[in-house]
C-alpha cells in the first residue's frame, strides 16, 4: 500500500463544544482536528469574522514602514514596487499600486521576468530605478534575502522598504543561527526571528493588504483616501486569492481572510477578475477556494512562466472588460501552453527517477532543456508520485543552473538547502518550496550531498492519509453533507474531512464516462437504525485498474470523502473514494 491511513483522535469535550457552538459532535471533531483548541479558536473557525485578524501593527516595522511611505506619498516622490512574477507577487503588486494611488502617491511597478531576471530584485533592477529617478523601492513577495542588493539601493541614494514572507536567510555557526536581515528602512516578514507577530504564515499578498491597512487606518494619509473601506476589501479578497494561490495554510487568519474573500470575489467590481472567471467559465456564485487554486490561479501564474506577468497584472488594472476578457482569453491560452509542456517534462523526470533514482530519498532530477517556468510544477509532480523531497534541475541562460524544488512533511527544504548553501549563486524559500540557482556541473554533487545526510525514515516517505472519523457509510445523510459546508473554504491544512469505514459491501460496479475514466459503484452499510442504506460512490483517479481491483469482490474498505452530486438541477449525497484495501 503506497499510502497509510492514520486516524487523527485528538481529545476534547466534543459534546460541550457541539453545545456551545450548535453543530454536531462530529462537526466539533473535525474542526479539533484542524488544530482549534480553545473556543476563541473554534469560534474563528466557524465565524471567520474579520475583525478576529490580527492587528497590522503587531508585525515588526509596521510604524516605521506607514511612516516611510506616508512621507514618500505627500512629498510626491517616486516609488517603484518590486513584486514577482508569480500569483502571491502580482497580487501583492496590485494591492501596493492601487492602494498608494489611491491615497495620491506616485508608484510603478516592475515585476522580475523569470528567464532574464530571476527571482526577487536584482543588481539591475536596481540600478535602473536609479536611473529613472526611483526615491523609494518596496519590495513585496521578495527582499527578504536580498541584503546585498538592498544594501546597493541605499548606497544610490534610495530608501527601501522590504515586505516578505519567506524565510529569513541565517548561517550556523558553533550551534547558532545568526540571521541576515536587509539594511533597509523597514522590513516587515512574520518570519523575522524578533517577530511577535501571532501568526507567521501569511502570504506576501496578506503583507502587502496589511501595510495599506495599517497606512489607511493609523495614519493621517488615510484620512485622504475616498472609500478606503471599500478598497480595503477590495485588497483581502486580493490577498485572499493569492492565499490560496500560493498554498498557504488555511488556518487562523487565512481562514478568515480567505472566506470573507470568497465572499467579495464573488461580487468583485474588478473587471480583471470578472473577465478571467467568465474565460475559464467559472461561475462567481459558485466561487470556491478549488477554482482559485486550480482554475483561476493558474492562469496568472502561467504568464509568468511562459512570457512575463506584466500581462497579468494589467489585466487586473483593465478599465475595459471588452479588452479584458480578450487578455484573459490570451491568459488561458497561455495556460494550456504551460500544461502541455509540464505533462512533456513530467513524463521524462518520472521516467529518469524509475530509471536512475529509484533508491534516492532526495529525488535531484536534472534536465537540462526543461523550460524553467515549469521546474517548480514538475517538482512538484514528483514529490506527488514518489511522495519524496524533489528538485528539478535545468540550464539558465546565463550558463548555470536553475532549480526549484518541493517537500514533504518531514523534511524542511529550506534547512536542508541551508546546509549545502555554499554549492549555491543564490537560494531561498520555505520548509515546503525553494528556489535554487548554482554552477554548471554541480547537479549530481547536490544530489549526492543532500542524499547523504537524509535522515528520512522509510515510515517519512509514506503518505500519511489522516482519517477525521471511522464512519459508517449509513450514517452520511443531506443533513450532515449540509453541516460538513460549514467548514469551508477547503485547502492547505484545512482539507476536505476524510471518514473511512472497513468491509463495505459492494452491490454494484461499472466503468462510466466516454472515456470510462470515472468508476461508478454503489455502496451498502449499517444506517443509524441498524437498517441497511446504500449510496452512490464514484473513483476518479486510476479508475481502471480500481475497476480490475474490485469487479469481483463483495466487500472493500473505503477511505471516502461525503459531498453533493449535482445533476440537472436534482441534489443527491455521493461518496468520493480517495483509497481502499482490499480484503
Not at 179 to 188: C, G, L, M, T
Not at 245 to 273: F, P
Not at 305 to 317: G, K, M, Q, S, V
Not at 547 to 575: C, H, M, P, R, W
Request: hydrophobic share 40%; aromatic share 8%.
Amino acid at each position: 500500500m503506497s499510502k497509510k491511513w492514520v486516524v487523527t483522535a485528538k481529545k476534547a469535550d466534543f459534546d460541550r463544544i457541539a453545545q456551545e457552538f450548535s453543530i454536531s459532535p462530529y462537526l466539533a471533531r473535525i474542526i479539533r482536528n484542524r488544530d482549534a483548541v480553545t473556543d476563541e479558536q473554534i469560534s474563528m473557525y466557524l465565524c471567520a469574522d474579520i475583525s478576529m485578524m490580527h492587528d497590522p501593527a503587531l508585525l515588526k516595522d509596521m510604524e516605521e514602514a506607514a511612516s516611510v511611505l506616508s512621507d514618500a506619498i505627500e512629498a510626491q516622490i517616486p516609488i517603484r514596487i518590486v513584486g514577482d512574477y508569480d500569483i502571491d507577487g502580482v497580487c501583492a503588486s496590485y494591492i501596493l499600486k492601487k492602494g498608494i494611488a489611491a491615497a495620491g502617491g506616485m508608484a510603478d511597478v516592475r515585476l522580475p521576468e523569470r528567464m532574464k531576471d530571476g527571482y526577487g530584485i536584482n543588481e539591475n533592477i536596481i540600478r535602473q530605478a536609479d536611473e529613472d529617478g526611483i526615491e523609494l523601492i518596496i519590495t513585496c513577495d521578495n527582499g527578504i534575502a536580498a541584503a546585498d542588493e538592498i544594501g546597493l539601493a541605499s548606497s544610490l541614494g534610495m530608501s527601501a522598504i522590504v515586505t516578505d514572507h519567506h524565510e529569513v536567510p541565517y548561517e550556523e555557526k558553533d550551534g547558532k543561527k545568526q540571521y541576515r536581515i536587509p539594511f533597509a528602512d523597514a522590513v516587515i516578514d512574520p518570519k523575522r526571528p524578533d517577530d511577535d507577530y501571532p501568526f507567521e504564515g501569511i502570504c506576501g499578498g496578506m503583507v502587502a493588504y496589511k501595510l495599506i491597512s495599517y497606512l489607511y487606518n493609523s495614519t493621517d494619509i488615510g484620512e485622504t483616501v475616498e472609500g478606503k473601506d471599500k478598497l480595503l476589501e477590495e485588497f483581502l479578497s486580493f490577498a485572499a486569492f493569492a492565499t490560496v494561490g500560493d498554498l498557504m495554510e488555511l488556518v487562523d487568519e487565512n481562514r478568515v481572510a480567505v472566506k470573507r474573500g470568497l465572499e467579495i470575489l464573488k461580487k468583485t467590481e474588478n473587471k480583471g477578475m470578472r473577465a478571467l472567471m467568465e474565460a475559464t467559465g467559472t461561475d462567481p456564485e459558485s466561487l470556491s477556494a478549488y477554482h482559485i487554486g486550480f482554475v483561476l490561479g493558474p492562469c496568472i501564474n502561467a504568464t509568468g512562466r511562459l512570457e512575463t506577468a506584466d500581462a497579468a497584472l494589467e489585466l487586473f488594472f483593465e478599465d475595459s472588460y471588452e479588452k479584458a476578457l480578450e487578455a484573459a482569453r490570451e491568459l488561458v491560452k497561455i495556460n494550456i501552453s504551460r500544461r502541455n509542456l509540464t505533462d512533456a517534462f513530467t513524463n521524462k523526470a518520472i521516467a529518469m527517477v524509475e530509471e536512475k533514482y529509484s533508491d534516492d530519498k532526495v529525488l535531484v532530477v536534472y534536465m537540462p532543456d526543461c523550460h524553467q517556468s515549469i521546474a517548480g510544477i514538475v517538482a512538484g509532480k514528483l514529490k506527488e508520485k514518489f511522495y519524496k523531497p524533489s528538485i528539478v534541475l535545468t540550464d539558465d541562460t546565463d550558463g548555470n543552473i536553475k532549480g526549484s524544488a518541493r517537500s514533504i512533511e518531514a523534511y524542511s527544504m529550506y534547512d536542508e538547502l541551508n546546509k549545502v548553501r555554499e554549492l549555491f549563486v543564490k537560494f531561498g524559500g520555505h520548509k515546503m518550496a525553494a528556489g535554487l540557482s548554482m554552477p554548471a556541473g554541480t547537479a549530481d554533487e547536490l544530489r549526492r550531498r543532500l542524499n547523504d545526510s537524509c535522515a528520512l525514515t522509510d515510515d517519512d516517505m509514506i503518505e500519511k492519509m489522516r482519517i477525521d472519523i471511522p464512519l459508517p457509510i449509513g450514517y452520511v445523510s443531506d443533513e450532515f453533507v449540509s453541516e460538513l459546508d460549514k467548514l469551508e473554504p477547503f485547502g492547505i491544512a484545512n482539507p476536505k474531512p476524510l471518514f473511512a469505514e472497513k468491509n463495505v459491501k459492494i452491490k454494484s460496479i461499472e466503468l462510466a464516462g466516454t472515456d470510462r475514466k470515472v468508476l461508478r459503484m454503489r455502496l451498502e452499510g449499517p444506517g443509524r437504525d441498524g437498517n441497511y442504506k446504500s449510496l452512490p460512490a464514484v473513483i476518479f483517479n486510476d479508475a481502471e485498474k480500481a475497476y480490475e481491483d474490485l469487479k469481483d469482490k463483495e466487500t472493500v474498505s473505503i477511505l471516502y470523502q461525503a459531498g453533493f452530486n449535482v445533476y440537472k438541477g436534482t441534489k443527491s449525497v455521493q461518496l468520493v473514494i480517495k483509497d481502499y484495501i482490499i480484503p
